[in-house]
């Protein structure tokens, strides 16, 4: 009997011991803390929880399952690799068209001033190229009427157009199929003077000086594309007169036309 009073005595003891310890609560924790700022358990170890304990303030060890039902925390998205776009294949270069002829032929050897009618002169020079090309598969010949700055743009266009089509007129008359020929006329926009005719004086017919100064302006430019056998070989090319600067170009004339 004595020794279970003492028992009983020494557990009361110890009990009052641990109650005795203070302690203290913080707001920043949801469980009881002893002097030592350490967690107070209770009789079976547990930690004690305070009155304003709730699951965002659960802690391991006291409770290390409290927080298995938050939220996982998210995974940046990784994004595919942009693919490399391959760089457009350069258009191929046309081969230039092989030029049987290319001739300048002078407006004053070709026309009467103002006029869009052949001279005898004019008419011979087409004939020498008509011949040059007769054995030729002639793909194409484009003639190019130009004119001087004397009188107005509207006029030397008009003028300009109408010596390049008797040009065509007069080389179809010769045998050379029309759709072949293209006849275009430039007007005064594509001297060739230059600065070497300016400050001359009066800007019309009557000065000489000037008019004869923009001879090399006033002209018809002719180009002739395609190929030739060559003779021997049968093989087919172009032509030993690619270009005629000298036989094909006529010199300048009096002056006179525009």
Same mark, same amino acid.
């Given at each position: 009997?004595?020794?279970?009073?003492? &028992?009983?005595?020494?557990?009361?003891?110890?009990?009052?011991?641990?109650?005795?310890?203070?302690?203290?609560?913080?707001?920043?924790?949801?469980?009881?803390?002893?002097?030592?700022?350490?967690?107070?358990?209770?009789?079976?170890?547990?930690? &004690?929880?305070?009155?304003?304990?709730?699951?965002?303030?659960?802690?391991?060890?006291?409770?290390?399952?409290?927080?298995?039902?938050?939220?996982?925390?998210?995974?940046?998205?990784?994004?595919?690799?942009?693919?490399?776009?391959?760089?457009?294949?350069?258009?191929?270069?046309?081969?230039?068209?092989?030029?049987?002829?290319?001739?300048?032929? +002078?407006?004053?050897?070709?026309?009467?001033?103002?006029?869009?009618?052949?001279?005898?002169?004019? $008419?011979? $020079?087409?004939?020498?190229?008509?011949?040059?090309?007769?054995?030729?598969?002639?793909?194409?010949? @484009?003639?190019?009427?130009?004119?001087?700055?004397?009188?107005?743009?509207?006029? !030397?266009?008009?003028? +300009?157009?109408?010596?390049?089509?008797?040009?065509?007129?007069?080389?179809?008359?010769?045998?050379?199929?029309?759709?072949?020929?293209?006849?275009?006329?430039?007007?005064?926009?594509?001297?060739?003077?230059?600065?070497?005719?300016?400050?001359?004086?009066?800007? !019309?017919?009557? !000065?000489?000086?000037?008019?004869?100064?923009?001879?090399?302006?006033?002209? @018809?430019?002719?180009? @002739?594309?395609?190929?030739?056998?060559?003779?021997?070989?049968?093989?087919?090319?172009?032509?030993?007169?690619?270009?005629?600067?000298?036989?094909? +170009?006529?010199?300048?004339?009096?002056?006179?036309?525009?």
């Amino acid at each position: 009997m004595t020794s279970r009073l003492a &028992v009983t005595a020494a557990l009361a003891a110890l009990s009052g011991a641990a109650l005795a310890q203070p302690t203290t609560q913080s707001l920043d924790s949801g469980y009881v803390q002893d002097s030592t700022h350490q967690t107070a358990h209770g009789a079976f170890c547990q930690c &004690v929880r305070t009155g304003y304990w709730n699951p965002r303030l659960a802690a391991d060890p006291c409770d290390a399952t409290a927080r298995a039902g938050m939220a996982p925390v998210p995974v940046a998205r990784q994004e595919p690799a942009p693919v490399a776009q391959a760089a457009p294949l350069a258009a191929p270069i046309a081969a230039p068209r092989p030029v049987l002829e290319k001739v300048t032929l +002078s407006s004053d050897v070709l026309f009467e001033f103002g006029k869009a009618q052949l001279r005898p002169e004019g $008419k011979q $020079k087409l004939d020498e190229l008509a011949g040059r090309i007769g054995d030729a598969n002639v793909d194409e010949i @484009v003639a190019v009427g130009h004119a001087d700055r004397i009188a107005s743009e509207n006029y !030397n266009q008009k003028l +300009s157009e109408e010596r390049a089509a008797a040009v065509k007129t007069y080389l179809a008359d010769k045998g050379v199929k029309p759709e072949l020929v293209k006849a275009e006329g430039k007007g005064e926009s594509e001297p060739v003077t230059g600065d070497a005719c300016s400050k001359m004086g009066r800007e !019309n017919a009557k !000065n000489r000086k000037l008019v004869q100064c923009l001879q090399p302006d006033r002209r @018809v430019e002719i180009e @002739v594309f395609g190929t030739r056998e060559a003779s021997g070989t049968g093989a087919t090319g172009s032509g030993s007169g690619a270009t005629t600067p000298g036989s094909g +170009s006529s010199t300048s004339g009096s002056g006179a036309a525009r």
